[in-house]
């Protein structure tokens, strides 16, 4: 017998890193040393700081891949697997400097494969940041044919007096809203369920959802909103703290922003809902405290701001085709989010 007739071709494996080296290679920043294939990646520190702090972030995609394998699409999974870690990093101010990624697969498909590491590359670029390496393992028995999981890890800069920490935070501060493309990538276990029990297919267009399918509405990728927020911070706009709603929704994320004895008080009225939330709703009959405790409801990313920058900052990214509200302000407290619709 050889590793072959147990499941693995190596063969397969090379040829696959010969497949995507293009890929990789186009998300390249100056600083990266070497090339693909070498035993770790090498990232030259840039330039220009005084006290560099290097902040990281890792995370996965979770069970929004089994809505990929059922429609046989892989080209957005890999652009949510890079939002969610560097859209993390900065929460910190930090600029993403590189990514590596881990693919798990029972059976290595290449054109498969290939998708997600383009969407991954796609991601990259977004974000700024090189995709400086990565492991594909092959897993005959241990997940099924067809079957893959994703894992990324990514490191980010940022000068020490620049660092966002909590100690910026004042009562009065505004939370500027940035708007999430959809689900993002949380939540997935509860969506599939109320597909599943709702003997809904993939492909079914619910008229509350303006004629897109099922599969195309969930696999729409996480937004990226790096490079956003941080030339809003280079242009001179005073960003107290930032917080990026994942699972858990606001009342999980928005308070880790906070400063010692402050809370937010929320304004629900102040942004429109999206109808993917609505329908998830209304079909999943799931309530009002389960919906806020588990997804986005329309909001991806949070700023702090003081009172007297809300109106520069909504302008700012309003010029930038990035709607904007304020939804809340801080207040005295012990890190509650107060005044959820339920």
Request: charged content about 15%.
């Amino acid at each position: 017998m050889d590793y072959r007739d147990a499941g693995v071709d190596v063969e397969a494996g090379r040829a696959f890193v010969d497949q995507i080296r293009n890929l990789v290679h186009s998300t390249f920043r100056p600083e990266v040393i070497g090339g693909l294939g070498g035993f770790g990646g090498c990232f030259q520190l840039p330039g220009g700081f005084k006290e560099p702090v290097l902040v990281s972030g890792t995370d996965g995609v979770g069970t929004k891949l089994k809505i990929a394998s059922a429609v046989n699409r892989h080209d957005t999974v890999g652009i949510d697997l890079v939002a969610m870690c560097v859209n993390d990093v900065l929460t910190s101010g930090a600029e993403p400097l590189f990514f590596l990624d881990y693919v798990a697969t029972g059976k290595l498909e290449k054109e498969q494969l290939t998708q997600v590491v383009a969407g991954i590359a796609s991601g990259c670029k977004l974000a700024g940041c090189a995709l400086l390496g990565g492991e594909t393992a092959e897993m005959p028995g241990f997940y099924s044919l067809g079957e893959y999981d994703l894992a990324g890890f990514c490191v980010g800069i940022v000068e020490k007096s620049q660092m966002l920490d909590g100690s910026q935070v004042q009562i009065g501060d505004v939370a500027i809203a940035l708007p999430s493309s959809g689900v993002h990538s949380n939540g997935f276990s509860l969506v599939r369920k109320i597909i599943n029990e709702g003997n809904l297919s993939w492909s079914d267009r619910p008229e509350l959802l303006n004629g897109q399918s099922l599969g195309e509405t969930f696999l729409t990728p996480t937004r990226i909103y790096v490079k956003s927020v941080l030339a809003a911070r280079q242009a001179g706009l005073e960003i107290h703290g930032m917080a990026h709603i994942t699972g858990g929704g606001l009342p999980e994320n928005l308070p880790r922003c906070l400063g010692k004895n402050q809370a937010i008080k929320i304004n629900p009225d102040s942004w429109t809902i999206p109808p993917v939330f609505q329908w998830l709703a209304e079909t999943g009959s799931v309530s009002p405290e389960a919906m806020y405790n588990t997804f986005n409801m329309g909001i991806g990313f949070v700023l702090l701001v003081p009172p007297n920058q809300v109106e520069q900052t909504i302008n700012y990214f309003q010029s930038q085709d990035i709607s904007a509200h304020a939804i809340a302000q801080v207040i005295a407290g012990s890190g509650e989010l107060l005044e959820l619709p339920y």
